[in-house]
């Protein structure tokens, strides 16, 4: 085998890799079959060796390593399921034919870590008790021209890990993990909501007018239709287009796009849950949402108990409901409806709170109960009864003027839902509408556009309706206390390399 020095290039090994490539060519192997004969995955001939000891298969994987000795291979093979030991010996080889992608026994030095072969041989276990494959014949599926990073310095390089995110899953077990629970935990959401009778269903990306909730758009143009369009940033509008048309449960797992900032728990492109419910309030959305993540709970990690930021909490007793009137007294000492606008503003000042667009008591008071106490709720909780100003589409109370009846949840100080009891009169969504135009003419970039065709849908009748929203990302991030969001996104939005 072809021994570099520790400081060779990445090139210089790319080199070698096609060099070996050229050889198997010359030999009349073809190093890219479009077909693999496995009849095994690794883990079931390590689950069933008592049933298969001696018996013989055909395993297929990526080889993470090769150690040869004497007359004697050893590679360790993986695949999906797991790895498993290819143990070789030249005296089981016949005189290759180099058809059909087969190598000999004097080919596995053309051999690299990373190619990925097919081991055709007899269910073993070697002196040291290690269930292996006796192999007779090996096939290479596919040459690798560059090496995996080395197994003991690691993937190490931030940046690179999330440019790179398909070595980083290779390379690093904990970070598949995070991934694999994303896709578990939608696919769990999905089955949690067909069991209630949801429909799956999907609206437009591209949209001639974006809405649904307060965000800075991105635009693009329709060379087609000649015209603006936005990308979307929250899917509500058309999902309440399909309640007027006559469904009475819809959710859909949305990407949604918001040209804003990034951080720790923001991305501008990110996906959305969203369903709605004809004939609901949002108490009753409420109690959807507490059961769906009590569910999803359980199913990832098998109790009631949630890690958020190494603090455990169980999310398993009933939860607390209390207004937003209520929790910014006991953690403020104010009282919502008496405390004055002057003193307001000096709050605000003193905590650094600003406020967009035009200045609202309401707004402002949201804003600091935002900054300030939201951290602080730990325990499982809703908050309850939002004021209007603040909730654009969410019902007015049915006994609370100013108020809506609109809730956030709360765990681990972290917020995870939002959702209230649906505006369906299109008399009083265009009355707020035209207080979100006022917003943006005071220069709230992310207030909302008044949308006379969703007016005209709820026109023509709509039930009573409750509906929620919560980003994917951030529940996985909840669920998997993994807290920077490139890290449950499988391939994190990066400024490309000039």
Same mark, same amino acid.
């Given at each position: 085998?072809?021994?570099?020095?520790?400081?060779?290039?990445?090139?210089?090994?790319?080199?070698?890799?096609?060099?070996?490539?050229?050889?198997?060519?010359?030999?009349?192997?073809?190093?890219?079959?479009?077909?693999?004969?496995?009849?095994?995955?690794?883990?079931?001939?390590?689950?069933?060796?008592?049933?298969?000891?001696?018996?013989?298969?055909?395993?297929?994987?990526?080889?993470?390593?090769?150690?040869?000795?004497?007359?004697?291979?050893?590679?360790?093979?993986?695949?999906?399921?797991?790895?498993?030991?290819?143990?070789?010996?030249?005296?089981?080889?016949?005189?290759?034919?180099?058809?059909?992608?087969?190598?000999?026994?004097?080919?596995?030095?053309?051999?690299?870590?990373?190619?990925?072969?097919?081991?055709?041989?007899?269910?073993?276990?070697?002196?040291?008790?290690?269930?292996?494959?006796?192999?007779?014949?090996?096939?290479?599926?596919?040459?690798?021209?560059?090496?995996?990073?080395?197994?003991?310095?690691? *993937?190490?390089?931030?940046?690179?890990?999330?440019?790179?995110?398909?070595?980083?899953?290779?390379?690093?077990?904990?970070?598949?993990?995070?991934?694999?629970?994303?896709?578990?935990?939608?696919?769990?959401?999905?089955? *949690?909501?067909?069991?209630?009778?949801?429909?799956?269903?999907?609206?437009?990306?591209?949209?001639?007018?974006?809405?649904?909730?307060?965000?800075?758009?991105?635009?693009?143009?329709?060379?087609?239709?000649?015209?603006?369009?936005?990308?979307?940033?929250?899917?509500?509008?058309?999902?309440?287009?399909?309640?007027?048309?006559?469904?009475?449960?819809?959710?859909?797992?949305?990407?949604?796009?918001?040209?804003?900032?990034?951080?720790?728990?923001?991305?501008?492109? *990110?996906?959305?849950?969203?369903?709605?419910?004809?004939?609901?309030?949002?108490?009753?959305?409420?109690?959807?949402?507490?059961?769906?993540?009590?569910?999803?709970?359980?199913?990832?990690?098998?109790?009631?108990?949630?890690?958020?930021?190494?603090?455990?909490?169980?999310?398993?007793?009933?939860?607390?409901?209390?207004?937003?009137?209520?929790?910014?007294?006991?953690?403020?000492?104010?009282?919502?409806?008496?405390?004055?606008?002057?003193?307001?503003?000096?709050?605000?000042?003193?905590?650094?709170?600003?406020?967009?667009?035009?200045?609202?008591?309401?707004?402002?008071?949201?804003?600091?109960?935002?900054?300030?106490?939201?951290?602080?709720?730990?325990?499982?909780?809703?908050?309850?009864?939002?004021?209007?100003?603040?909730?654009?589409?969410?019902?007015?109370?049915?006994?609370?003027?100013?108020?809506?009846?609109?809730?956030?949840?709360?765990?681990?100080?972290?917020?995870?839902?939002?959702?209230?009891?649906?505006?369906?009169?299109?008399?009083?969504?265009?009355?707020? *509408?035209?207080?979100?135009?006022?917003?943006?003419?005071?220069?709230?970039?992310?207030?909302?556009?008044?949308?006379?065709?969703?007016?005209?849908?709820?026109?023509?009748?709509?039930?009573?309706?409750?509906?929620?929203?919560?980003?994917?990302?951030?529940?996985?991030?909840?669920?998997?206390?993994?807290?920077?969001?490139?890290?449950?996104?499988?391939?994190?939005?990066?400024?490309?390399?000039?």
């Amino acid at each position: 085998m072809v021994e570099l020095s520790i400081m060779a290039t990445l090139k210089e090994y790319r080199n070698i890799r096609i060099s070996k490539l050229n050889k198997l060519i010359e030999l009349g192997v073809n190093p890219y079959p479009a077909e693999s004969h496995r009849t095994k995955t690794n883990n079931e001939v390590i689950e069933k060796f008592n049933d298969l000891e001696g018996e013989n298969v055909v395993v297929s994987g990526r080889i993470t390593s090769i150690r040869s000795h004497n007359k004697l291979y050893f590679i360790d093979l993986k695949d999906a399921s797991g790895k498993i030991q290819l143990y070789i010996k030249e005296e089981n080889f016949p005189t290759p034919e180099y058809k059909d992608s087969e190598i000999g026994f004097n080919d596995l030095n053309l051999l690299d870590t990373g190619d990925f072969v097919e081991a055709n041989g007899k269910v073993t276990k070697t002196k040291t008790g290690q269930i292996s494959i006796e192999v007779k014949s090996i096939r290479i599926l596919s040459k690798a021209l560059r090496p995996l990073p080395d197994k003991w310095e690691g *993937f190490k390089d931030i940046e690179e890990r999330y440019r790179k995110r398909y070595i980083d899953f290779l390379t690093n077990d904990e970070v598949k993990k995070v991934i694999d629970a994303r896709w578990k935990i939608t696919q769990n959401i999905r089955k *949690f909501l067909w069991s209630k009778g949801f429909e799956e269903v999907e609206t437009p990306v591209l949209q001639p007018l974006y809405g649904g909730t307060n965000a800075k758009p991105f635009s693009t143009h329709f060379n087609a239709l000649d015209c603006d369009f936005y990308l979307r940033v929250a899917p509500e509008l058309y999902l309440k287009r399909l309640i007027v048309g006559g469904y009475e449960k819809v959710f859909e797992i949305a990407k949604n796009f918001r040209n804003e900032g990034i951080d720790h728990s923001h991305f501008p492109e *990110f996906t959305m849950l969203e369903w709605y419910e004809a004939y609901a309030d949002y108490h009753k959305v409420m109690d959807l949402a507490e059961e769906l993540i009590k569910y999803l709970v359980k199913e990832i990690t098998g109790k009631s108990i949630v890690k958020v930021k190494g603090k455990e909490i169980d999310i398993g007793k009933k939860w607390e409901r209390i207004t937003i009137e209520d929790v910014v007294k006991q953690y403020l000492g104010i009282e919502w409806d008496k405390v004055t606008d002057d003193e307001v503003k000096k709050l605000c000042e003193e905590h650094g709170v600003k406020t967009r667009g035009a200045w609202d008591k309401n707004k402002a008071l949201f804003n600091l109960y935002d900054k300030e106490i939201t951290p602080k709720l730990s325990n499982p909780t809703w908050v309850i009864d939002y004021p209007a100003s603040v909730s654009p589409l969410a019902k007015f109370h049915r006994s609370k003027p100013g108020r809506t009846e609109r809730f956030e949840g709360y765990i681990g100080g972290i917020e995870i839902f939002d959702g209230w009891s649906e505006i369906v009169s299109g008399l009083e969504q265009r009355e707020r *509408f035209e207080k979100e135009q006022k917003n943006m003419k005071e220069g709230d970039a992310e207030a909302m556009p008044l949308d006379e065709e969703f007016i005209e849908a709820l026109e023509y009748g709509c039930p009573p309706l409750g509906g929620i929203g919560f980003g994917i990302d951030r529940l996985v991030m909840f669920l998997t206390d993994t807290w920077a969001i490139k890290d449950v996104v499988a391939f994190p939005t990066l400024k490309p390399r000039s």
